[in-house]
Structure formats: structure tokens, C-alpha cells
């Protein structure tokens, strides 16, 4: 694989991101993965690596780029449990500062930036999202449903709240497939929040697989943190890549 760090030109400044990209000759389809609220770090420059080797190209942006390029917080803490409340109160902000209109303006960036690499495969991309990245993901498969044919959402919270522009609420122009995987541990996304999700996704006719993982914690992919859990990373991977290959035909 060849890992980089590249810069992605947005209407509101410059992202930070990692690119990673099969050593082969393309063109191979894209994947955008959204981070989660730890941001860039080797975890998910090894996840990116991961999706690569089955001959995709990933770009993994920096989605809190406005507040300075990665990292913005002490890596070092994220495996004390003691330190998550205290890391969750310094990136706070950032995630709210990514309302719906934000995340929609920096994900035509992205795609744009796929679009013009001559090693992406030209048609939609798939997207995928951890924790916030999968509220965000949602959110930007929502906005571009023709450029964006697939989307992989692993423990999201926040993704059905009780405001307008809940990203739940949008899921009508959707024509891709989607994928959730919820913790059943997750108080970001509880039983209740999950059944309104698969109501309005039904009601919608999208096509999607809602799926709750026993026993797993908000978190349960990040291996640098207190919430990792080994086995039910192992099922993501199956079912991301269930879903990836289905989407391109590999």
C-alpha cells in the first residue's frame, strides 16, 4: 500500500487527509471514510490500509481541518478510560460545528478530489463512517445520492435526535444501499433510537441492514482506545467488505 498525507482544497480552507491507495495500477474504485471524534492517528491510517488492500483507493479526511491540521489532541490518552471524559470536552466543539450545511459543503470537496485522480474509477464512491463519521456519512450520502452509491455506518450516535435536521430525517433521497452497525451498549444510540432509524428507512424505501452487535461499546473499532473490542471489529470488517464488494462488483 502507499499511505500519504495530502491536502484537500475546500470552499472554507484546506483538509488535511490520509490517501491510501494499492501499489497496482488503477483505476480502482474510491472509498471516503469519516473519521471519528479522535481524528487523524495511526488507527485509521491502518483501517484505511485495511479497505486498500482489497483495490480501493481511501481518503480519510481531517473533518475538524477549520480548527488546526491533525493531530489536535494528546494521542497518547485515548487508551486511559480515565482521560475520555475530559478528550470528549476538548473536541466537543468541533463536533458541533459540523452542522448538516458544513458537512454537506466539505464532502463535494472530497468527492471532487476522488473525481479528478486518474487512479479512481470514474462512478460513485462508497462512504463509510465511525462514531461521528457515521452521522456525518450518512448526512453527505444524504446530499449526494448520485455520487455516493453505498455507505457503511459503524457504532454512530447522534444519528436520531429530536431536531429538525436529525440526519434520520433526510434518508427520503437516498438511493444507495446503507449498512448500520450499532453498539448495544451505545447510549448515543439507544434501542429506541435504532427502531425510529429503521422506521423511517423503511418508510422511505431504502434499501439497508440494521444491524445490533451484543455485548459492544461506542467505539468498539478503535483498538487504540478502552472500548475496543476485537470480536466485533472482526464482524465489521466482514460486513463492510460484504457491502464494498457487492457495491463494485469485486
Not at 458541533?96 to 464512491?125: C, I, K, Q, W
Not at 456519512?137 to 449526494?144: D, G, P, S
Not at 418508510?203 to 467505539?219: I, M, N, P
Request: proline residues 5%; aromatic residues 10%; contains cysteine.
Amino acid at each position: 500500500m502507499r499511505t500519504t498525507t495530502v491536502d484537500v482544497e475546500t470552499s472554507d480552507g484546506v483538509a488535511d487527509a490520509y490517501l491510501v491507495r494499492p501499489d497496482e495500477d488503477g483505476p480502482f474504485p474510491a472509498v471516503l471514510v469519516f473519521m471519528d471524534a479522535f481524528g487523524l492517528r495511526p488507527r485509521l491510517a491502518e483501517m484505511a490500509e485495511r479497505i486498500a488492500e482489497r483495490g480501493y483507493v481511501v481518503l480519510v479526511p481531517n473533518l475538524f481541518y477549520r480548527a488546526g491540521r491533525s493531530p489536535l489532541i494528546d494521542l497518547s490518552l485515548l487508551a486511559d478510560p480515565q482521560q475520555r471524559g475530559a478528550i470528549f470536552e476538548k473536541v466537543g466543539p468541533y463536533v458541533a460545528a459540523l452542522t448538516g450545511e458544513v458537512v454537506a459543503r466539505d464532502a463535494m470537496a472530497y468527492l471532487d478530489f476522488l473525481a479528478a485522480r486518474d487512479d479512481v474509477a470514474p462512478g460513485p464512491v462508497a462512504v463509510v463512517g465511525y462514531c461521528m463519521g457515521g452521522m456525518n456519512a450518512l448526512r453527505a450520502i444524504e446530499a449526494y445520492p448520485d455520487r455516493i452509491a453505498a455507505l457503511a455506518s459503524f457504532h454512530a450516535g447522534r444519528v436520531v435526535t429530536d431536531a429538525p435536521d436529525s440526519p434520520h430525517r433526510g434518508v427520503g433521497s437516498v438511493t444507495g444501499e446503507l449498512y448500520f452497525a450499532h453498539a448495544d451498549q451505545d447510549r448515543s444510540m439507544t434501542a429506541e433510537q435504532i427502531a425510529t432509524l429503521e422506521r423511517t428507512l423503511d418508510d422511505a424505501g431504502v434499501r439497508y441492514r440494521s444491524e445490533v452487535y451484543e455485548g459492544a461499546t461506542h467505539g468498539f473499532t478503535m483498538a487504540d482506545t478502552a472500548e475496543y473490542d476485537e470480536r466485533a471489529t472482526e464482524r465489521h470488517w466482514a460486513a463492510l467488505f460484504d457491502l464494498l464488494d457487492r457495491t463494485f462488483g469485486r
